[in-house]
């Protein structure tokens, strides 16, 4: 007769459960024919893209495609990130490469800085401490970032989930620097020196190019316009996975599948939502299963929801623009939550399992 579990085993076997239901079925197999058909089809479009700017010339309808640029470059980031997160090849080597060349090589930006950062979310997501996407110095995303601004800073945080998305024009300026920033930093790698060389090559070729193809003031507008518009694209289909959801304080302890389900957020949609948000709309199921090919996740969906509402662990999901009015009513509300963070419709359910779990499982 088997001993009972404790009740951090129990937690355990509830994700491992899981996993092993979703492998049986399939789910976890590579999908590398539609990400060849997806990457030869933003490859195409980029070609296209910079073929019709050649031949357009000197004329403002050029900003028209700074606006398609900056849309295609946003499918070449989330194919980044798919292949950073292994999702394409069966090889390592061949997803770390192409998520290097898609990244450097055409984004302009360090798959290894972005890479460090966001497995440092994926770990942690939403808490204080360990989650690097809600320690950022322009937005306070929790109450302790609020305490610690002067008054100025708290009268900004007052209002910041307005000049949230305005922010998110920077993003594409900000992504740039922050990558050479890291990849130039002392003490930086071999690898990393190479990867600098890649990044800022790619970002002085381009550079190069408007300035010598376009007057400065047309260059100046497409290149603002083309950083503006990829910023606001990319940020606007991270924003709504996390923000407004619980923020768990420095030390909280909790098990994988309620950390990952309980801090994240799907977004309802259809094929169109699919591919603005490049399947980051199914961001409870890709938190679980990282490596999980994008296609899959609408067909994995439902069985982590059925097996959420079985063990009763809160599912969130809404629509697009409900999840940005969420966004922009927390961040305007951040200092008002100083008395406890943990404040929130999932806080009963974050404290049980927290000390249900005990030692951080994730």
Not at 295 to 310: A, D, F, K, S, W
Request: aromatic fraction near 8%.
């Amino acid at each position: 007769m088997r001993p009972p579990q404790t009740a951090q085993q129990q937690y355990v076997s509830l994700y491992t459960d899981l996993l092993q239901a979703v492998r049986d079925l399939g789910l976890l197999r590579r999908r590398q024919g539609y990400y060849v058909t997806r990457m030869s089809i933003v490859l195409g479009a980029l070609v296209a893209v910079a073929a019709c700017f050649v031949l357009l010339g000197n004329s403002w309808h050029q900003l028209w495609l700074a606006g398609a640029l900056a849309l295609v470059l946003v499918q070449v980031a989330f194919l980044s990130h798919d292949s950073a997160h292994r999702q394409i090849f069966h090889s390592n080597a061949r997803n770390d490469w192409t998520a290097r060349i898609l990244a450097g090589g055409v984004l302009g930006m360090s798959v290894s800085w972005w890479r460090a950062k966001h497995n440092k979310h994926h770990a942690a997501p939403n808490q204080v401490g360990k989650d690097p996407d809600v320690q950022l110095r322009a937005v306070a995303f929790h109450p302790g970032a609020v305490a610690a601004r002067g008054p100025l800073g708290r009268w900004i945080a007052a209002r910041q989930g307005w000049l949230f998305f305005p922010l998110l024009t920077l993003e594409g300026v900000g992504l740039h620097a922050s990558s050479l920033t890291h990849l130039l930093r002392p003490g930086a790698s071999r690898t990393d020196r190479i990867e600098a060389a890649v990044v800022a090559s790619r970002i002085t070729a381009y550079v190069a190019a408007l300035y010598l193809l376009l007057p400065v003031g047309k260059a100046s507008a497409f290149l603002g316009l083309q950083l503006a518009v990829f910023g606001v694209c990319l940020g606007a289909a991270f924003a709504p996975n996390h923000k407004g959801m619980p923020i768990a304080p420095a030390g909280t302890k909790l098990d994988f599948l309620r950390r990952q389900v309980l801090m994240s957020r799907n977004i309802r949609g259809g094929v169109l939502t699919d591919l603005a948000m490049g399947g980051l709309n199914y961001q409870i199921e890709h938190h679980l299963f990282p490596s999980m090919p994008r296609p899959t996740l609408r067909r994995v969906q439902p069985i982590v929801r059925e097996y959420c509402e079985i063990h009763g662990i809160p599912y969130a999901e809404v629509g697009l623009f409900t999840s940005y009015r969420i966004v922009v009513g927390y961040l305007n509300n951040v200092g008002l939550r100083a008395r406890d963070p943990f404040d929130c419709p999932l806080a009963t359910e974050l404290r049980t399992a927290g000390s249900a779990g005990g030692r951080d499982l994730a």
